[in-house]
């Protein structure tokens, strides 16, 4: 056999670089959406208390507002 004009040593080389750099390419893709939409999917676990209850512990609130839309919540 004769491996200077098949695949090993002539142009071949160039697809098994492509295949492999789609196969990367591939799974970085994978990797990035699915960090990303495991990311966004635990942000809508918290109920509205508890992002007030934050928002209100971080000092965006104050306490008028606080207790405002606090009883807002209970209403609803």
């Given at each position: 056999?004769?491996?200077?004009?098949?695949?090993?040593?002539?142009?071949?080389?160039?697809?098994?670089?492509g295949?492999?750099?789609?196969?990367?390419?591939?799974?970085?893709?994978w990797?990035?959406?699915y960090r990303a939409h495991r990311k966004f999917d635990t942000l809508s676990?918290?109920?509205a208390a508890t992002i007030l209850n934050e928002r209100y512990a971080a000092g965006k609130l104050t306490r008028e507002q606080y207790l405002e839309q606090k009883?807002?919540?209970a209403a609803a």
């Open positions: 056999m004769n491996y200077a004009d098949g695949y090993y040593f002539g142009w071949g080389w160039f697809l098994w670089l295949f492999i750099m789609l196969l990367f390419s591939s799974f970085g893709n990797g990035y959406s676990n918290k109920d009883s807002d919540i």
